[in-house]
């Protein structure tokens, strides 16, 4: 039994490591089409990582699940819905940063995901969501808040984009969870057949908006963002949404935005003030803490 407890608790602080490296991931997919300066739109970029990560997902679930569980899972209504909320995240979340700016943006549609995708598993009746996350969730938001320096938009259509965009991940999220704990099925493969969905929904998009995917380092960009920056992204993030409750992949998910702007200060020279450094400290202290009471609820439940 010790063995046993000893061995789920390395699994959960691994799942939580998984999620954190994931998001490192998912920072430097925007990271690298500025660093690439290629003419692609956004839409049309978001809909080449959907469409390249969801193949190389359904490749890596093959080889690594077999085929047997992606048969049945692609029948699931519940991963159409995932599919839609992939493809609507990212779109989404472009349009509307392109209208009230990306800080904004980010603001609005990470800080809203956790809060939502914690208030969502609860009506789905997966548990209500603990004290401690609830504090380490709005520490980190205010912590981001910091960091994005965002101001008041009044661009009202692009607010609705971007909170449409943060109920998208968030439902994605929460709808993911709930198939592994439901299911027996691993958060491998319900995430690839979600994004193989969205692969196939992305497709007129790609075919109407892919006139810049001629030059060298277009093609680069696209097998990057596509096979790393969600691939391998989102297989860690499957092992996160194996282990760990819904909200809190979602908050773990606010380390994000702290690597996008470390990756932009010492890769892209942007330029950071002691607000937005100080608002990475907070975020990253959250998620600290948010990890450590994780680990010790765990710790409890394993040893009950």
């Not at 691994?14 to 999620?19: D, H, L, R």
């Not at 700016?101 to 549609?109: C, D, K, N, S």
């Not at 960091?147 to 008041?152: E, Q, Y």
């Not at 709930?178 to 998009?205: C, D, Q, W, Y």
Request: aromatic fraction near 10%.
């Amino acid at each position: 039994m010790t063995s046993l407890t000893h061995k789920q608790s390395e699994h959960h602080v691994g799942a939580i490591f998984s999620v954190l490296a994931a998001s490192i991931l998912f920072a430097t997919g925007g990271a690298s089409r500025a660093f690439a300066g290629f003419p692609g739109t956004a839409i049309s970029v978001g809909s080449w990582r959907v469409f390249v990560g969801g193949i190389g997902l359904l490749i890596y679930a093959r080889y690594r699940y077999g085929s047997a569980g992606l048969k049945v899972l692609v029948k699931q209504p519940i991963l159409w819905i995932m599919g839609i909320a992939v493809l609507s995240y990212q779109i989404t979340f472009f349009i509307g940063a392109a209208r009230i700016g990306v800080a904004m943006g980010t603001l609005v549609a990470l800080g809203l995901a956790p809060l939502l995708a914690g208030m969502l598993s609860w009506w789905l009746g997966m548990g209500k969501p603990s004290r401690q996350w609830a504090i380490c969730t709005a520490v980190g938001v205010g912590g981001l808040s910091l960091l994005t320096s965002a101001g008041g938009s009044k661009d009202i259509a692009g607010i609705l984009f971007v909170t449409v965009s943060g109920w998208s991940y968030a439902a994605f999220t929460v709808l993911g969870v709930k198939m592994v704990r439901t299911h027996n099925f691993s958060g491998g493969e319900v995430l690839a057949v979600a994004f193989g969905i969205g692969a196939v929904l992305s497709t007129p998009i790609i075919a109407l908006t892919s006139s810049w995917v001629t030059a060298p380092k277009s093609i680069a960009l696209i097998i990057w963002v596509g096979l790393f920056a969600t691939t391998l992204a989102y297989a860690l993030f499957g092992i996160g949404i194996s282990h760990l409750p819904a909200g809190t992949v979602s908050t773990l998910t606010l380390f994000e935005p702290v690597m996008s702007t470390t990756i932009g200060v010492f890769v892209l020279d942007e330029t950071m003030n002691l607000r937005g450094w100080f608002g990475c400290l907070v975020i990253i202290g959250a998620l600290g803490l948010l990890g450590y009471f994780e680990s010790q609820t765990k710790r409890s439940s394993t040893n009950a």
